[in-house]
């Protein structure tokens, strides 16, 4: 159509040289299209392959987040499945002697009241009685309950046996609080002593022993809390280490010690004065 109306308007005006561009111009034209209708059809399939590409990934991201929610769920049901199964159960303790070599396995010493709260067993407390007694003798005391309540805290923090190296001793100084019943040395298997130490400083009124080369732990009840470290093995004489952290002291505790000064005060017998005393003190 392009040509014909060239020709028929313009052919008959223009020169042969005018004529030749025309039809120059036209076979351009004319080879050009095919070219322009191929690029706006590779566009169209760029196009449809990037919005085809684009839809694969958004279904595999779906089937990702899918599969990771399923997973997850899974390893919430696995985890509700697999709960920790504690080996010490509660109101129980499990405790071995290293010298005796009797063991107290899952061993009930306290009933619950009925506010929730935890009563010492009688029957309990006398074998724990004869269990903490003098290997050498088979002597017995009266173990103070505070650390038989302790000690039950630290199995269940701990889940393990706990293991006693040393309790009663008759054959101690009277001062010692090994003599009277007050005091406890033991360890737990798999557990670093001093992270037992440290862990132990979280009661109240206790005294803390740490000793590296022995591998053991000494824990007594006494009226103030204090700590040390002793680097000295057994038979040996002690090497305390300076500059140990003490608890700090609270109120309450310095109350009771300025009313007990005061109580020892009052109690004192006033004594008689010579004159010559009273003249140098007024």
Not at 197 to 207: L, S
């Amino acid at each position: 159509m392009i040509i014909s109306g060239l020709h028929s308007l313009t052919f008959a005006y223009m020169d042969k040289r005018m004529r030749r561009l025309l039809i120059s111009l036209s076979l351009c034209l004319f080879a050009a299209a095919p070219s322009v209708v191929a690029a706006k059809t590779s566009t169209k399939a760029a196009q449809s392959q990037r919005a085809g590409k684009a839809a694969k990934k958004k279904a595999t991201a779906k089937s990702k987040k899918k599969a990771t929610t399923k997973d997850k769920k899974k390893a919430t049901t696995k985890d509700k499945k697999k709960k920790k199964t504690f080996k010490i159960k509660k109101n129980h303790i499990t405790l071995y002697h290293t010298h005796t070599h009797e063991k107290l396995e899952q061993f009930k010493i306290y009933d619950t009241n009925k506010h929730g709260g935890l009563s010492l067993n009688k029957k309990a407390y006398k074998k724990l009685k004869r269990f903490f007694r003098d290997p050498k003798t088979g002597k017995q005391i009266n173990i103070d309950e505070k650390l038989i309540m302790y000690l039950y805290r630290i199995g269940q923090k701990f889940d393990e046996p706990i293991e006693i190296v040393s309790a009663y001793r008759p054959q101690s100084r009277k001062t010692s609080r090994h003599y009277q019943g007050k005091a406890i040395d033991f360890k737990i298997k798999g557990v670093n002593p001093k992270v037992l130490w440290e862990h132990c400083k979280r009661f109240d009124n206790v005294g803390l022993g740490y000793y590296p080369k022995s591998q053991f732990i000494h824990m007594d009840a006494r009226s103030q809390s204090y700590y040390w470290i002793d680097k000295a093995g057994s038979g040996e004489a002690a090497r305390y280490v300076s500059g140990v952290k003490q608890r700090p002291q609270r109120k309450n505790n310095l109350k009771q010690t300025q009313t007990t000064k005061r109580q020892n005060k009052k109690n004192k017998k006033p004594t008689k004065t010579k004159k010559s005393d009273s003249k140098k003190r007024r």
